[in-house]
């Protein structure tokens, strides 16, 4: 059974981090492009950010460029977000995703878990 489980999401001030978790399961992770995507009520969900298969080269949209991370450990099968420098603007549902190269179809998502920013 094929499973991506987000945890280390929650409430936190504006200025602070967090870790976001994604484990995967049930498919070959090293194989897999991995991404963040973020959705908040009203908005569309975009792409957050994304790395290759070894983590060679990685991708991140302008809103959060030199302030998230995203790194994975294909033998953990995990891949992380980083997030430092939090916005109000950075409240969302934050999901994971996974996509078989040369497809740039996401084959799988997680469920997502909840990032608030606020004071």
């Known amino acids: 059974q094929v499973q991506l489980v987000e945890s280390g999401g929650g409430l936190v001030q504006p200025g602070g981090s967090l870790r976001l978790s994604c484990e995967a399961s049930g498919f070959n992770f090293r194989y897999y492009v991995m991404g963040w995507y973020r959705q908040a009520p009203g908005k569309e969900r975009e792409l957050v950010a994304s790395?290759?298969?070894?983590?060679?080269?990685?991708n991140y949209a302008d809103s959060v460029k030199g302030r998230f991370t995203i790194s994975r450990d294909n033998d953990k099968n995990t891949v992380y977000l980083h997030m430092n420098s939090l916005k109000p603007e950075d409240t969302a549902v934050y999901l994971c995703a996974a996509k078989l190269p040369p497809s740039r179809v996401n084959r799988y998502w997680g469920q997502g878990t909840q990032v608030t920013v606020s004071s």
């Open positions: 790395i290759t298969t070894t983590g060679g080269t990685t």
